[in-house]
Structure formats: structure tokens, C-alpha cells
């Protein structure tokens, strides 16, 4: 279990936070490439780290991502005008670039000489009215903004201070358009429920089990058949790895090995649908996150994603149907003959779960286990990088060269270490693709 004081430093992310201070020196993804489908496209409302922002895609293609409010009076940008390489607030007609400097201010046009007055209130004199000059005021206005880039289908922001690192050089990220898959769904509850639900490779033979039958395939058999894994993790430059070794039979052990990279990246061996999957689990504020989907293919193009893995999502939005406003469709016949929650679809199952322990859980009343070791780790690693940067260090993981590994499975002797049969496996770099038995 944690203290209060750990269960409030892993799970608060805003500004002025220790955690989210750390989280402000990586690349956040922080929206789909697609939902800024062209130039002087629709604004968007964005909510990072409990931040309220707005994106914009300018004439020339570029995307800003600015404070949601007119420095002028402070009227929302989503209703702007996104024209002319800016976007242009409606009320009074200020405009903002991608870096959120104002370019433009039409009702305070320079060089206009005003009249100003008033009385004293302490002397009760009155003050004589004196002719002032308006300066260029644009020239000294500028919004927050965050420079962003693009890559892999995804529009990546750098909140921090200084100078940001080298984007993101994971796997997904770098492929083809036609070897990646990338899709993401809100989900309701504190960024760290989601993401330790992920690095947990003990659930997934109870959660997401079927009754009925496995369709014949071998890596669900495997895993079915040794439902209380050993469980090792063991520290990277960028994460961590996590390994969870299952009895196949007298001469071999079953490894499904998931990779954990720094800040909030997970990648696992398929188990249902083709191609690597991953996720990314960012804070919209502390309450909820984004679930980032990712498949992805080294080899070559992606076969079609399993429909209905990463949930079906109600037309117009983010939000999965199955969600709490519907107890996620449970069906409670299905759960007695075919399914081992009767929710429906791996998303939702596992939306379900970690929603049901509250929008932040307290973990101060749960009860650790082995098989827990890597959802000790991701803690351990995340402190680690918040009171690095409380130091004046940087957090582990910004150099891409330690974001280029691949999650595997696969069969081993039962006297050959993971660490040996499985290291070309788990570089993503290399020509080997072992990622299922």
C-alpha cells in the first residue's frame, strides 16, 4: 500500500505539482493528428494536465495549442476565427499565432490618441484630464502557448521549461501510415489506475477470460492454463521491463514480456488482434486521461485491428457506449456462460474495473502482492522521476535510443534466463519479430 503522501504525489499532474512538473519535460501527446483534419480547420478545446487550452491548425499547417482564453477579457478562442495564419478572438477581434504572440488588435490601433481622467479619491481633487498616446500594444501581449510537432498520427506538445528533448522515437511512432494503428477513448478515473492496469499481466486470464472457448489459439491456452504467473521486472534506461513466465510443459516456460516506457507508454505481445499493441495514458486533469490505442507492424502493413478491442465509441465523441452511466452493458447471462465479466470488449472490461475504484483511488487501503511487482515498480519509477526534477535533474527516459524496444512472447527452455532468449527479441531495432507463439 502507499502513504497518503505517495498516493497524492502519483496522482495529482497539475501545474506547480512534483509529478506534474516531471511530466512537463517529455513530449505529451495531446491530441489525434485527424481531429485537426486541415489548414483553418474548426478550433478544439483541449484539457492537458488540467490545463484548459485550445488547438488550431493555421493556414500553413501548423498547430498551436494556446491558452483557451483572450488575454484582452478573456472570452473562450474555441469560438475564434481561425483565419490567416492566426486565430482571431470574436469579441474584440484580437489575434493570436501558433507561438501566442497577438499579431493583431483592431479595436487598439497604434498611434490613437485617447482621453483620460478621473479625481482623486484621497486628495478629492480632480485630475486633470491628460491626452495619452495608446503604445502598439499587440507587440507586448503573448498567451501561453506550447510549440508542438507531429508524428506517428499524433500531435505532440512540450509543456515544460527550456529547451524541449528529441520527440518521441518509439516504434508506432515511427512506421508508415499503413503499419499503425492509432485511435484513443477518455476514460474516467486518475491516469495511474489505467496505466497500472496495464503493466498488471496477471489479470488478463480473469478479466478478458471467455468461457466458451479460446478459438484455438495458443498464446490464450498458455496463459489460461497458469492463471498465477512469476512475475520479474527489472529497470531500463527508459522504464522498465515485465516478465510473466507461465508453465507451458516439463521443458519450457511461456514469457509474455510487456515493455514500460517513461512517462506513461506501455507495449504488450498481441493476444487477440494482429501487430504490437501499446497504449499511452495522459491526464486530461486528475480525474480522467486519454487512452491512447496503438498496433502496429514492423514487418509491413497492419492487418485490421479486432473490432470492438479498444471500444466502440458513441458517435461525435471519445466516450466508449459501454461506460458508467450504463454499468458498461453488463450482461449478467453472458457473464454465467461466456464471458468471465459479461461486459463487453477488452476496453471496456478494464474501463470498468479501474473506474470502479474511484476517479483516484486510495491506495493507502489495498494489499500488495507478488504478482503486484510491476505496478510497484511504475511507482517507484515515477517518484524517482518527479524528485529528480525537484533536484534540478531530468527524469529518465527522454532519450529516444531507450524508447526502442519491443514487447515479445514466446517459449523458452526452462533454463534459459528471459533476459538471454529473449534480447533480440525485445529491440526494436533488430530484424527479429517474436511477438507470438
Given at each position: 500500500m502507499l502513504t497518503p503522501e505517495d498516493n497524492e504525489l502519483l496522482t495529482r499532474t497539475g501545474a506547480g505539482t512534483p509529478l506534474g512538473a516531471a511530466l512537463r519535460r517529455y513530449w505529451v501527446p495531446a491530441l489525434l493528428a485527424e481531429e485537426l483534419p486541415g489548414p483553418d480547420c474548426n478550433p478544439l478545446r483541449v484539457r492537458l494536465l488540467s490545463e484548459d487550452l485550445v488547438a488550431f491548425r493555421d493556414s500553413n499547417g501548423r498547430v498551436g495549442l494556446v491558452d483557451a482564453h483572450c488575454a484582452h477579457r478573456g472570452a473562450s478562442l474555441f469560438f475564434g476565427r481561425n483565419e490567416e495564419s492566426g486565430i482571431r478572438c470574436v469579441y474584440h477581434g484580437w489575434k493570436y499565432d501558433v507561438d501566442g504572440r497577438c499579431v493583431d488588435m483592431p479595436n487598439e490601433a497604434a498611434g490613437r490618441r485617447t482621453q483620460s481622467g478621473g479625481r482623486d479619491s484621497d486628495q478629492s481633487t480632480t485630475v486633470e484630464a491628460q491626452d495619452t498616446v495608446t503604445s502598439n500594444l499587440k507587440d507586448k501581449i503573448a498567451l501561453k502557448a506550447y510549440p508542438c510537432r507531429e508524428r506517428g498520427g499524433i500531435v505532440w506538445a512540450y509543456m515544460g521549461p527550456g529547451s524541449a528533448p528529441a520527440l518521441p522515437d518509439l516504434e508506432w511512432a515511427t512506421l508508415p501510415e499503413a503499419q499503425r494503428c492509432v485511435s484513443k477513448r477518455l476514460q474516467e478515473c486518475n491516469y495511474l489506475q489505467a496505466l497500472e492496469g496495464a503493466?498488471?499481466?496477471?489479470?488478463?486470464?480473469?478479466?478478458?477470460?471467455?468461457?466458451?472457448?479460446?478459438?484455438?489459439?495458443?498464446?490464450?491456452?498458455?496463459?489460461?492454463?497458469?492463471?498465477s504467473p512469476k512475475v520479474e521486472v527489472l529497470d531500463t534506461d527508459g522504464g522498465l521491463v515485465v516478465a510473466a513466465r507461465r508453465n507451458a510443459d516439463r521443458e519450457r516456460y511461456y514469457w509474455r514480456i510487456n515493455q514500460f516506457i517513461m512517462p506513461w507508454y506501455t507495449m504488450f505481445p498481441p493476444l487477440v488482434d494482429e501487430g504490437i499493441g501499446g497504449h499511452a495514458f495522459v491526464p486530461v486533469d486528475d480525474e480522467s486521461c486519454w487512452v491512447y490505442n496503438l498496433t502496429w507492424d514492423p514487418t509491413g502493413p497492419l492487418a485490421p485491428v479486432a473490432e470492438g478491442i479498444y471500444g466502440d465509441l458513441i458517435p461525435g465523441t471519445y466516450r466508449s457506449r459501454a461506460n458508467r452511466d450504463n454499468d458498461f452493458l453488463i450482461d449478467r447471462r453472458v457473464q454465467q456462460t461466456?464471458?468471465?465479466t459479461g461486459i463487453p470488449g477488452f476496453a471496456a472490461q478494464d474501463c470498468a474495473v479501474q473506474e470502479s475504484m474511484g476517479t483516484i483511488c486510495n491506495r493507502t487501503q489495498e494489499h500488495i502482492?507478488?504478482?503486484?511487482?510491476?505496478?510497484?515498480?511504475?511507482?517507484?519509477?515515477?517518484?524517482?522521476?518527479?524528485?529528480?526534477?525537484?533536484?534540478?535533474?531530468?527524469?529518465?527516459?527522454?532519450?529516444?535510443?531507450?524508447?526502442?524496444?519491443?514487447?515479445?512472447?514466446?517459449?523458452?527452455?526452462?533454463?534459459?534466463?528471459?533476459?538471454?532468449?529473449?534480447?533480440t527479441a525485445l529491440i526494436a531495432d533488430s530484424d527479429s519479430y517474436v511477438v507470438r507463439v
Open positions: 503493466v498488471d499481466l496477471s489479470h488478463i486470464v480473469f478479466l478478458h477470460r471467455s468461457l466458451d472457448s479460446e478459438q484455438g489459439r495458443d498464446d490464450l491456452d498458455l496463459a489460461r492454463r497458469d492463471p461466456t464471458s468471465f502482492g507478488p504478482s503486484d511487482l510491476p505496478i510497484i515498480g511504475v511507482r517507484r519509477r515515477l517518484k524517482e522521476a518527479a524528485e529528480a526534477v525537484q533536484t534540478g535533474g531530468d527524469p529518465p527516459g527522454l532519450d529516444p535510443m531507450s524508447q526502442r524496444v519491443r514487447p515479445a512472447a514466446l517459449l523458452l527452455p526452462t533454463d534459459v534466463p528471459f533476459q538471454e532468449g529473449a534480447k
